[in-house]
């Protein structure tokens, strides 16, 4: 009886619970359509809604990105009429029947295809668009290295090595000083360079960037000495001869080896200046440099004019005694050395405040007395905002300097210093200098010329 009575007085209970679970069943939405661009796999119809949107996406600056990873023939010659761009990073690998349906497309087509029979290859040498195969690992045909050739712009950034024959197929000889020309240039994953392929390259493009090389012969270098401007990009370079040093050096153009570091051997270093001290020679990109030990460089490479970035050593921390004194004593005008961690000659700062142009030395974090008199004569902006300290007789001698100062690291500024800072003739900043006595805070402030930080708001 009890059991009876307790099974009823739950039975209103149950069946709301029943009541709204069925409810919720009927309302419940619906899971989102996934995007159709992010399938691995699209039916006919769905590439023929796709391609019918494509004109919205040129409109908009876009491409057709799909992310399929296999693709039928007639998926694929339904994709050739595409009005945009025709992305396919995930594809992998290419029957050709699919890269003939793809043949047709007139625009610019990239694949993420790794391998090609040479069937495929065949099919995609007839297209008359733009094909990049970014991550295409081998190039044996010749027809569609011929294809390719054509391009103003190549992408085979996967691509290891090839034959002398592929490598003039990709770079056909040009007028490079047709004005006519499009910026002609070549991106390839190479890890060798031959000297065929290095003088069918420097004859047919006006730059490119090989940044798979660890070291370039010295056979293959001179292969591509003189010549047009020229702007070669090798990030990769792990070691460089005296003999490459001098042949890529030899020439008109940019050498940008940034990434090379973080310090030449003497030998190349040595036969790096010596071109650079000669006519032809390229502007070469030294700033992975971290050291600095060749007097010889640090002068040629430092005294460049109108280079920018290709005249600079933005990278170097260290000089040695030799290299400091060197340029000291340099009769020329030198770049500066703004990521130089340590300063200690009064001699090569004199030399700096000299010359005209802003000072910048933000890497210092300490500087001895006789440096900081040395650079408050120069008549321009001086930038010392990693200074962590500053002495009295430091602070007596930028008060007088006459262009802006920057002392945005320092953080605390002893009573003396700041009352002999506090006489500044040019304007200061101060921007993280937080801990100040009383006294000193008067000091400072009394300057209109010094720039503390903002209050903290209440």
């Given at each position: 009886m009890n059991a009876t009575r307790a099974a009823l007085r739950l039975a209103p209970s149950i069946l709301l619970l029943a009541l709204i679970g069925a409810w919720g069943l009927q309302t419940a939405p619906a899971a989102p359509a996934k995007d159709p661009t992010q399938l691995e796999a699209i039916t006919a119809e769905l590439a023929t809604e796709l391609v019918r949107q494509s004109a919205d996406l040129v409109k908009q600056g876009k491409p057709l990105r799909l992310a399929?990873?296999?693709?039928?023939?007639?998926?694929?010659?339904?994709?050739?009429?595409?009005?945009?761009?025709?992305?396919?990073?995930?594809?992998?690998?290419?029957?050709?029947?699919?890269?003939?349906?793809?043949?047709?497309?007139?625009?610019?087509?990239?694949?993420?295809?790794?391998?090609?029979?040479?069937?495929?290859?065949?099919?995609l040498a007839k297209r008359v668009g733009i094909t990049r195969l970014d991550a295409l690992t081998t190039l044996t045909s010749l027809p569609l290295a011929e294809r390719i050739g054509k391009q103003t712009v190549v992408s085979l950034g996967g691509v290891r090595r090839i034959s002398p024959e592929i490598a003039r197929a990709l770079n056909p000889p040009v007028d490079l000083q047709d004005k006519n020309l499009g910026y002609r240039w070549i991106d390839i994953g190479l890890t060798e360079l031959s000297p065929e392929a290095g003088a069918a390259i420097v004859a047919s493009r006006h730059g490119f960037g090989m940044h798979s090389l660890e070291s370039i012969t010295p056979e293959a270098a001179a292969a591509m000495t003189g010549g047009p401007f020229i702007n070669m990009r090798i990030w990769g370079l792990k070691t460089i001869s005296p003999a490459t040093a001098t042949a890529l050096a030899n020439g008109s153009g940019f050498l940008d080896i940034r990434m090379f570091g973080p310090e030449?051997?003497?030998?190349?270093?040595?036969?790096?200046?010596?071109?650079?001290?000669?006519?032809?020679?390229?502007?070469?990109?030294?700033?992975?440099?971290?050291?600095?030990?060749?007097?010889?460089?640090?002068?040629?490479?430092?005294?460049?004019?109108?280079?920018?970035?290709?005249?600079?050593?933005?990278?170097?921390?260290?000089?040695?005694?030799?290299?400091?004194?060197?340029?000291?004593?340099?009769?020329?005008?030198?770049?500066?050395?703004?990521?130089?961690?340590?300063?200690?000659?009064?001699?090569?700062?004199?030399?700096?405040?000299?010359?005209?142009?802003?000072?910048?030395?933000?890497?210092?974090?300490?500087?001895?007395?006789?440096?900081?008199?040395?650079?408050?004569?120069?008549?321009?902006?001086?930038?010392?905002?990693?200074?962590?300290?500053?002495?009295?007789?430091?602070?007596?001698?930028?008060?007088?300097?006459?262009?802006?100062?920057?002392?945005?690291?320092?953080?605390?500024?002893?009573?003396?210093?700041?009352?002999?800072?506090?006489?500044?003739?040019?304007?200061?900043?101060l921007k993280r200098l937080t801990k100040l006595s009383p006294a000193a805070r008067s000091a400072i402030g009394s300057n209109p010329r010094i720039s503390l930080p903002a209050p903290a708001a209440p």
């Amino acid at each position: 009886m009890n059991a009876t009575r307790a099974a009823l007085r739950l039975a209103p209970s149950i069946l709301l619970l029943a009541l709204i679970g069925a409810w919720g069943l009927q309302t419940a939405p619906a899971a989102p359509a996934k995007d159709p661009t992010q399938l691995e796999a699209i039916t006919a119809e769905l590439a023929t809604e796709l391609v019918r949107q494509s004109a919205d996406l040129v409109k908009q600056g876009k491409p057709l990105r799909l992310a399929v990873k296999e693709l039928s023939a007639d998926v694929a010659t339904i994709l050739a009429g595409s009005q945009a761009e025709l992305h396919l990073p995930n594809l992998t690998s290419l029957t050709p029947d699919a890269a003939a349906g793809l043949a047709p497309f007139a625009g610019t087509l990239a694949l993420g295809v790794k391998e090609l029979s040479d069937e495929a290859a065949a099919a995609l040498a007839k297209r008359v668009g733009i094909t990049r195969l970014d991550a295409l690992t081998t190039l044996t045909s010749l027809p569609l290295a011929e294809r390719i050739g054509k391009q103003t712009v190549v992408s085979l950034g996967g691509v290891r090595r090839i034959s002398p024959e592929i490598a003039r197929a990709l770079n056909p000889p040009v007028d490079l000083q047709d004005k006519n020309l499009g910026y002609r240039w070549i991106d390839i994953g190479l890890t060798e360079l031959s000297p065929e392929a290095g003088a069918a390259i420097v004859a047919s493009r006006h730059g490119f960037g090989m940044h798979s090389l660890e070291s370039i012969t010295p056979e293959a270098a001179a292969a591509m000495t003189g010549g047009p401007f020229i702007n070669m990009r090798i990030w990769g370079l792990k070691t460089i001869s005296p003999a490459t040093a001098t042949a890529l050096a030899n020439g008109s153009g940019f050498l940008d080896i940034r990434m090379f570091g973080p310090e030449l051997p003497d030998d190349t270093a040595e036969a790096f200046a010596a071109q650079m001290s000669k006519q032809p020679c390229r502007m070469v990109d030294l700033n992975g440099l971290k050291k600095l030990s060749s007097p010889a460089l640090a002068v040629a490479a430092l005294r460049r004019e109108g280079h920018g970035n290709h005249s600079q050593l933005g990278g170097v921390a260290e000089i040695t005694d030799d290299v400091t004194r060197a340029l000291a004593e340099s009769k020329d005008r030198i770049n500066g050395l703004p990521s130089l961690t340590s300063l200690t000659s009064a001699a090569l700062a004199a030399k700096y405040a000299a010359q005209g142009g802003d000072l910048n030395f933000k890497k210092l974090a300490t500087i001895p007395d006789d440096v900081a008199a040395a650079l408050a004569t120069h008549k321009g902006k001086v930038d010392l905002s990693g200074l962590r300290s500053l002495s009295v007789a430091a602070a007596t001698a930028f008060a007088a300097h006459e262009g802006p100062l920057l002392l945005d690291g320092l953080e605390e500024l002893g009573d003396d210093a700041a009352a002999a800072l506090s006489k500044a003739v040019g304007s200061v900043s101060l921007k993280r200098l937080t801990k100040l006595s009383p006294a000193a805070r008067s000091a400072i402030g009394s300057n209109p010329r010094i720039s503390l930080p903002a209050p903290a708001a209440p």
